[in-house]
């Protein structure tokens, strides 16, 4: 089936500092890619996507790029923000499995001043 | 242009309770999406609504159904509760059943089970 395994948080940053994220998934066929953001209290937010190899998703600084020799959809921002503090989700939908999403575990960002 | 939205906030009921949570999806969208957000974990996928249909189930029980209505806005109704069943849950919405390639999220509903 299935799955996607993101880096084990939680990750404490400095701002300005350089963020990278991983994500590695397991499927078959071409999913598409996706990283979530949700900001305390709320619910998700998509933030950016991607649905062939080599594409490269952004948005608000951050990046994404498909890597389908690595099965991978590391999440990059060159320099954080105390207000990018959240939990980020990498998730894919599946070639046959229609829109339903497969999440990862999620990454807690904090940035301190 | 109106996004997701879902009633209410948060909830709290007791073990053996049924419960009721109501999604409203973004303007022009028509097809539904439940989640189950467990603290510290990713949202597992629940089921999907389309033309008043469900159309894709995970791994949930049968204690967990839902519907959608003509307006496209959807209920989640889990049955005989338990403290397992304690979460966020999300609803998201998109355009087009399985074709749908982007969910937008919804705030959430806070369920907490005694």
């Known amino acids: 089936g299935n799955s996607v395994t993101q880096m084990e948080g939680p990750v404490t940053l400095s701002e300005e500092a350089f963020l990278t994220i991983n994500c590695t998934y397991t499927a078959t066929g071409y999913p598409s890619l996706f990283w979530y953001v949700q900001y305390p209290g709320e619910g998700l937010q998509l933030l950016l996507k991607a649905t062939k190899a080599d594409d490269k998703g952004s948005n608000k600084g951050f990046e994404a790029t498909y890597r389908k020799e690595t099965t991978s959809f590391h999440l990059e921002k060159g320099s954080v923000q105390v207000s990018d503090s959240a939990v980020y989700f990498c998730a894919l939908r599946g070639f046959a499995s229609g829109s339903r999403l497969t999440f990862g575990e999620g990454t807690q960002l904090t940035v301190n001043p | 242009d109106a996004g997701v939205t879902q009633s209410p906030t948060h909830l709290i009921k007791t073990r053996g309770q049924q419960v009721t949570l109501r999604c409203s999806p973004k303007?022009?969208?028509?097809?539904v999406s439940w989640y189950q957000q467990a603290l510290g974990q990713g949202p597992q996928f629940i089921f999907q609504y389309y033309e008043e249909e469900e159309r894709q189930r995970g791994n949930f029980p049968d204690r967990f159904s839902g519907h959608q209505f003509p307006n496209y806005s959807s209920e989640l109704n889990v049955n005989a509760l338990l403290l397992g069943d304690s979460a966020l849950y999300l609803c998201?919405?998109?355009?087009?059943?399985?074709?749908?390639?982007?969910?937008?999220f919804g705030p959430g509903t806070r369920l907490l089970v005694l």
């Open positions: 303007s022009g969208h028509d097809t």
């Open positions: 998201a919405s998109s355009l087009g059943g399985d074709m749908g390639e982007t969910q937008y």
